[in-house]
């Protein structure tokens, strides 16, 4: 018990409290320099009611990146994911005056649509505001001269005429994850369907699927889906995923 009366009273003494919050302070710029020499700092994190905890992070090697829910979604390794595809479609049709980002989430999509294709029009739809304003306070997003719709995806296609007159792209870009899932709605052959009724008839429509674990099956019955529906798919294997490149 003496111990313990001990502590009691160094703890009471005023030397002591202010020994202790030293150390919680140093403590605290250790954590700070800890982050800083791994090279991961986190910028922002807010709670979206559409992709849960997101945070904005940037790091000594992949810059400013968004993740929600511990998957990056824009900026960072998502340039590399739509660089490879993106740069073979440019190849194939070097003239594009139209296109469509279903999933604009930060940007990228659209950045490096910008750089392929500098004088198109370019409408991005998603449904998160919350995403889109962190990638035009970070990822530069407001800078690319992009329409943006904030809606659901498959709403917007049902009702693009309204949105959209004379709706016909050149280009539909698809990344409808919300964190690492892929709602059902839009795996389905009526979904796809829909993609293609705006579709211009020597249009090309890209889709991003994870490939990885248990989304590899998934991802190759979606396939087998693209491939009823398109007479051609190529399929091109960035990173953990694989972007299906597919023509009418």
């Given at each position: 018990m003496g111990k313990v009366s001990d502590f009691l009273q160094l703890v009471a003494k005023p030397g002591a409290i202010?020994?202790?919050?030293?150390?919680?302070?140093?403590?605290?710029?250790?954590?700070?320099?800890?982050?800083?020499?791994?090279?991961?700092?986190i910028l922002e994190e807010v709670i979206s009611p559409v992709n849960?905890?997101?945070?904005?992070?940037?790091?000594?090697g992949l810059g400013t990146y968004i993740q929600a829910e511990g998957l990056t979604q824009s900026g960072g390794i998502m340039e590399s994911v739509?660089?490879?595809?993106?740069?073979?479609?440019?190849?194939?049709?070097?003239?594009?005056?139209?296109?469509?980002i279903?999933?604009?989430?930060?940007?990228?999509?659209?950045?490096?649509?910008?750089?392929?294709?500098?004088?198109?029009?370019?409408?991005?739809?998603?449904?998160?505001?919350?995403?889109v304003n962190l990638g035009k306070k970070y990822l530069g997003l407001d800078k690319l001269d992009v329409k943006v719709v904030i809606d659901d995806a498959y709403n917007f296609l049902k009702n693009s005429k309204f949105h959209i007159?004379?709706?016909?792209?050149d280009l539909i870009l698809v990344d409808l994850y919300v964190g690492d899932k892929f709602p059902e709605k839009f795996e389905s052959e009526n979904y796809i369907q829909l993609i293609r009724s705006v579709?211009?008839?020597?249009?090309?429509?890209?889709?991003?699927?994870?490939?990885?674990?248990?989304?590899?099956p998934k991802a190759m019955r979606f396939l087998k889906k693209l491939e009823k529906n398109f007479k051609n798919v190529d399929v091109v294997y960035p990173e953990a995923n694989i972007m299906f490149i597919c023509s009418k």
């Open positions: 202010n020994s202790r919050n030293l150390r919680v302070k140093a403590e605290r710029k250790s954590e700070a320099l800890a982050k800083f020499l791994s090279g991961t700092q849960g905890k997101v945070q904005v992070v940037r790091s000594l739509w660089g490879k595809p993106l740069k073979k479609t440019k190849n194939q049709k070097p003239k594009i005056k139209n296109i469509l279903l999933g604009l989430g930060g940007g990228t999509a659209a950045k490096l649509v910008r750089k392929y294709w500098p004088y198109t029009k370019i409408t991005g739809v998603d449904l998160d505001p919350i995403m007159p004379n709706s016909i792209f579709l211009a008839s020597d249009g090309v429509a890209v889709f991003n699927r994870l490939y990885w674990g248990e989304k590899r």
